[in-house]
T-cell receptor, first 114, second 115 residues
Framework: GENVEQHPSTLSVQEGDSAVIKCTYS??????FPWYKQELGKRPQLIID?????GEKKDQRIAVTLNKTAKHFSLHITETQPEDSAVYFC?????????????FGKGTKLSVIP | DTGVSQDPRHKITKRGQNVTFRCDPI?????LYWYRQTLGQGPEFLTY????????KSRLLSDRFSAERPKGSFSTLEIQRTEQGDSAMYLC?????????????FGNGTRLTVT
């Protein structure tokens, strides 16, 4: 099955700086890679996703890049704000026949220091 | 709120008791998923329904766990003979399955504590 590694586990940045979170996956046939933000005590919420036919996607201050050859993808947050503080999870969709499960990384706790 | 709703939000039970959780997905979503999340970890897949059919189950889902989605709408997850290791947040998610997968939308979860 799929295995997703996420780094770093914790990240502190000054407000206004950029934050980068990296993930690697094991199944070269995986084709869908979402990122979720989870605030304390709340549900994971999708912030951006990318499919394997695209190398980069951007939505305002958030961007995701995908390198299929190296099997890694990254989340970039620019001009960070205190409300960006949360745990971020990357995930990859298992491409096994009839499989619909997402495999998640262990998360990155991002702290934005005002 | 038309998102995914889960009930109860919290459940405390004694070891050996049975518990049942309910999930109401977004109404137009035909796919429903159960995940489990422990502290400091990402969600782990448990099982998946397309309409009323349970199409996929994780090896994590022991025979003490059973899930149903009888009419293709709400779903229940039952844990029999609970163990302390079952303590976790149980998350339900739904999506619309078509030619291209749509993103998963999660509920707020049911936090289970087994004492």
């Amino acid at each position: 099955g799929e295995n997703v590694e996420q780094h770093p586990s914790t990240l502190s940045v000054q407000e206004g700086d950029s934050a980068v979170i990296k993930c690697t996956y094991s199944d070269s046939a995986s084709n869908y890679f979402p990122w979720y933000k989870q605030e304390l005590g709340k549900r994971p919420q999708l912030i951006i996703d990318i499919r394997s036919n695209v190398g980069e996607k951007k939505d305002q201050r958030i961007a995701v890049t995908l390198n299929k050859t190296a099997k890694h993808f990254s989340l970039h947050i620019t001009e960070t704000q205190p409300e960006d503080s949360a745990v971020y999870f990357c995930a990859a969709k298992d491409s096994g026949a009839g499989s619909y499960q997402l495999t998640f990384g262990k998360g990155t706790k991002l702290s934005v220091i005002p | 709120d038309t998102g995914v709703s889960q009930d109860p939000r919290h459940k405390i039970t004694k070891r050996g008791q049975n518990v049942t959780f309910r999930c109401d997905p977004i109404s137009e979503h035909n796919r429903l998923y159960w995940y489990r999340q422990t502290l400091g970890q990402g969600p782990e897949f448990l099982t998946y329904f397309q309409n009323e059919a349970q199409l996929e189950k994780s090896r994590l889902l022991s025979d003490r766990f059973s899930a149903e989605r009888p009419k293709g709408s709400f779903s229940t997850l039952e844990i029999q003979r609970t163990e302390q290791g079952d303590s976790a947040m149980y998350l339900c998610a739904s999506s619309f399955g078509g030619l291209v997968d749509s993103p998963l939308h999660f509920g707020n979860g049911t936090r289970l504590t087994v004492t």
